[in-house]
């Protein structure tokens, strides 16, 4: 990790791409347009760019709740153990996670769309510190009110392998 | 709970995490970050 307030930029990664959706080939450069990770694999074939982590203050916003478990508060958690604050919490990928746009701006759709099993590969282009959030949200149906597992694997391939 | 084959190399890690949990750790260059949607309670 070299520089951690070099953090994931939304907007460079879809204005170089030219599209709203992570996908196989997509490149996920940094807010001074470094690139972090590349998608070398991805069986699930879209995922969000645009719509943001929940947080106790939107779902509070939407729903009139207050004191829910977020997305928000688990990147507060994960960033503590490295030493650092809620200032480096960026707009982050959706992984697993469609948000389309319809042509009048307004977004639909927000389920997930994944099937059991998918997955994406993500390939460091340099030193990364990855943070993630398995979402809890339970009121909206991103998650079909029903909260699962995922499994996070880091593997090096062989020098003369593939990605 | 559906899942790929383990992808080839050197396996650094492999996690689960929960249901509402967070998780991070850092990635070298060169290493490929895996994330499996296991069960996709989606629609």
């Given at each position: 990790?070299?520089?951690?307030?070099?953090?994931?930029?939304?907007?460079?990664?879809?204005?170089?791409?030219g599209?709203?959706?992570?996908?196989?080939?997509?490149?996920?450069?940094?807010?001074?347009?470094?690139?972090?990770?590349?998608?070398?694999?991805?069986?699930?074939?879209?995922?969000?760019?645009?719509?943001g982590?929940?947080?106790?203050?939107?779902?509070?916003?939407?729903?009139?709740?207050?004191?829910?478990?977020?997305c928000?508060?688990?990147?507060?958690?994960?960033?503590?153990?490295?030493?650092?604050?809620r200032?480096?919490?960026?707009?982050?990928?959706?992984?697993?996670?469609?948000?389309?746009?319809?042509?009048?701006?307004?977004?639909?759709?927000?389920?997930?769309?994944s099937?059991?099993?998918?997955?994406?590969?993500?390939?460091?282009?340099?030193?990364?510190?990855?943070?993630?959030?398995?979402?809890?949200q339970?009121?909206?149906?991103?998650?079909?009110?029903?909260?699962?597992?995922?499994?996070?694997?880091?593997?090096?391939?062989?020098?003369?392998?593939?990605? | 709970?559906?899942?790929?084959?383990?992808?080839?190399?050197?396996i650094?890690?492999?996690?689960?995490?929960?249901?509402?949990?967070?998780?991070?750790?850092?990635?070298?260059?060169?290493?490929?970050?895996?994330?499996?949607?296991?069960?996709?309670?989606?629609?």
């Open positions: 990790m070299e520089d951690p307030t070099d953090r994931y930029c939304a907007t460079n990664t879809i204005k170089v791409q599209k709203l959706f992570v996908g196989k080939g997509t490149v996920l450069y940094s807010d001074l347009g470094k690139a972090l990770f590349t998608v070398v694999e991805d069986t699930c074939g879209r995922h969000d760019t645009i719509y982590c929940c947080s106790e203050p939107n779902n509070f916003l939407r729903y009139g709740i207050r004191g829910t478990h977020s928000f508060g688990n990147f507060v958690e994960a960033l503590a153990q490295f030493g650092l604050d200032s480096y919490i960026v707009s982050n990928v959706n992984f697993f996670m469609s948000v389309p746009v319809a042509i009048d701006g307004a977004v639909v759709n927000i389920y997930g769309h099937a059991a099993g998918n997955y994406v590969d993500l390939r460091a282009e340099r030193d990364v510190l990855a943070v993630l959030s398995n979402c809890p339970m009121h909206n149906p991103c998650n079909a009110y029903n909260l699962t597992p995922i499994r996070a694997i880091i593997w090096r391939p062989s020098r003369s392998g593939k990605p | 709970m559906t899942e790929p084959s383990l992808p080839p190399g050197e650094v890690l492999n996690a689960v995490v929960p249901p509402g949990r967070p998780w991070g750790h850092r990635v070298a260059q060169g290493d490929v970050l895996r994330l499996i949607d296991l069960e996709a309670s989606r629609r």
